[in-house]
């Protein structure tokens, strides 16, 4: 039986173990990435913080390099995903949830946690923060979206694609002009979203759309392995 083909749109740092995933949950895959991450030159402000919220699984091992002097404070992570590498990184785990940021930055408030450091990309989306909490965020990278989809992935939405899995709201908006410049119709798409939030983003009109369980690869790739069996193969 062919193995169905997915297009992967995660950054290249990351596309090595996404597609391994894959590749494991019984899909071909083509590799797209949407963002090129960049770290940024930064210091850590001034004060001490309490604890130190990841809201990326990017910022970690970036952030135990710059600033090592930082392992020792307490951590916490949003998904499993950015926990297991702030571990990997050296820093000491005090909290995950699979909610968003805004969530574990309320369970960090509950904890007792008053002067947060938020380190994260520079396109992270603002977060709830409790009266009580005070806040400082530092980019230690910054994601650019690429200007174009590479030729494999135009051959790829243009012949046997079964799905593309889009990671983020902003990289599900971005696929979709670049798709729709280079004259592919979302009519003629599937696509596999990491969340609702992320679905929303991509727009209406797909051919079929997919939504993980809980935003992580393994939910995604099982929302990709439904929509394979709703779409009337791997029977």
């Known amino acids: 039986m062919t193995r169905p083909l997915l297009l992967l749109t ?36 001034p004060g001490w913080p309490d604890a130190i919220l990841f809201t990326s699984a990017r910022a970690p091992g970036l952030a135990a390099r710059r600033a090592p002097v930082l392992l020792d404070i307490p951590a916490y992570a949003v998904g499993q995903r950015t926990a297991a590498a702030a571990v990997s990184a050296g820093f000491r785990l005090a909290g995950e949830g699979l909610g968003d940021g805004s969530a574990i930055l309320a369970a960090m408030a509950r904890d007792g946690r008053r002067e947060i450091l938020h380190l994260a990309g520079a396109d992270t989306a603002p977060l709830d923060i409790a009266d009580a909490v005070r806040l400082v965020r530092v980019p230690v990278y910054a994601a650019r979206l690429v200007s174009a ?87």
């Open 10 to 45: 995660r950054p290249a740092e990351e596309m090595a173990t996404t597609m391994a995933a894959a590749s494991a949950a019984g899909f071909e895959a083509v590799a797209a990435p949407l963002l090129q991450i960049e770290p940024l030159e930064w210091t850590v402000p």
């Open 149 to 235: 989809l590479p030729p494999a992935a135009v051959n790829a939405l243009s012949g046997e694609l079964f799905a593309t899995l889009l990671f983020s709201a902003r990289t599900a908006r971005h696929f979709r002009a670049l798709a729709e410049a280079a004259g592919v119709e979302p009519q003629g798409q599937r696509i596999v979203c990491f969340s609702a939030a992320v679905a929303e983003a991509a727009g209406g009109g797909w051919g079929g759309i997919g939504i993980a369980a809980v935003p992580t690869l393994d939910a995604a790739l099982a929302a990709a392995q439904a929509l394979w069996q709703g779409s009337g193969h791997g029977r």
